[in-house]
Nanobody
Framework: QVQLVESGGGLVPPGGSLRLSCAASGSIFSHLNMAWYRQAPGKQRELVADITRDGTKYYRDSVKGRFTISRDNAKSTVYLQMNSLKPEDTAVYYC?????????WGQGTQVTVSS
């Protein structure tokens, strides 16, 4: 069982930055593929970025060049650095861990981009 706890959300004006963190429990973090998803009101949850256990990264087109996903295996933590935020980035952001086709989810953290 893996427990995930997100932090770092909040209210930020357009053009601002936030860094989300997701701390995982247990001792298998280095074996996990990690990802960030988001869900805006009335929309489906969508993949924002992911990082495999060997460090390969993926970003959805709308965040390329603005968001950076990273992981610190020693701290069992994955990060999402979000720069140049836009109102359309407003959503609840969820941390996801995947191992052997089993998914684990955090509780979500709200990100609101508004002036």
């Amino acid at each position: 069982q893996v427990q995930l706890v997100e932090s770092g959300g909040g209210l930020v004006p357009p053009g601002g930055s936030l860094r989300l963190s997701c701390a995982a429990s247990g001792s298998i973090f280095s074996h996990l593929n990690m990802a960030w998803y988001r869900q805006a009101p009335g929309k489906q949850r969508e993949l924002v970025a992911d990082i495999t256990r060997d460090g390969t990264k993926y970003y959805r087109d709308s965040v390329k060049g603005r968001f950076t996903i990273s992981r610190d295996n020693a701290k069992s933590t994955v990060y999402l650095q979000m720069n140049s935020l836009k109102p359309e980035d407003t959503a609840v952001y969820y941390c996801n861990a995947n191992i052997m086709s089993t998914d684990y989810w955090g509780q979500g953290t709200q990100v609101t981009v508004s002036s």
